[in-house]
């Protein structure tokens, strides 16, 4: 009986976190994921992460090719944000694989953007960034 009572609570807790969860936005917990500790601590989880995606290698131009310094325009970094980072929402939401580490990493080395500027310049609702409203503007460069 008590271990039928623990497999049930197990269970209901498993599916109250995966509903909780949603891949139609990017968490704030994955954009404040990056900030664990300093740039030594950030390389160590980028080389070790389990993440399937190599951020390198992936189309960066919608952030990279628009969000540009001194002033970082919340309206057009967060939307090239959310069209990346919504590709990879549900790995990028799990804390514990490294993607949302090796995303900053490289946004961060190939776009020079200050620390935690994702996180504090994009806002969205309760659950995080929602996905639904990233635009794609491939054509208006």
Known sequence: MAFERSCFLFFFFL???????SPNHISYDALNA?????????????????????????DLSPLIGTCKGPYYNPLVCCNGFTQIACKYAEL????????????????????????N?????????????????????????
């Open 34 to 58: 990056h900030m664990l500790g300093g740039r030594g601590l950030l390389e160590k989880f980028y080389v070790k992460n389990d993440c399937p995606v190599e951020f390198e290698k992936e």
């Open 92 to 115: 990028i939401n799990n804390v514990e694989n490294g993607c949302s580490n090796g995303l900053f990493y490289v946004l961060n080395k190939q776009g020079g953007y200050p620390n």
């Open 15 to 21: 599916a109250i976190g995966l509903a909780s969860s």
């Open 117 to 141: 500027l994702f996180a504090q310049i994009c806002k969205g609702d309760k659950e995080g960034l929602p996905c639904d409203k990233a635009k794609n503007n491939k054509g208006r460069h």
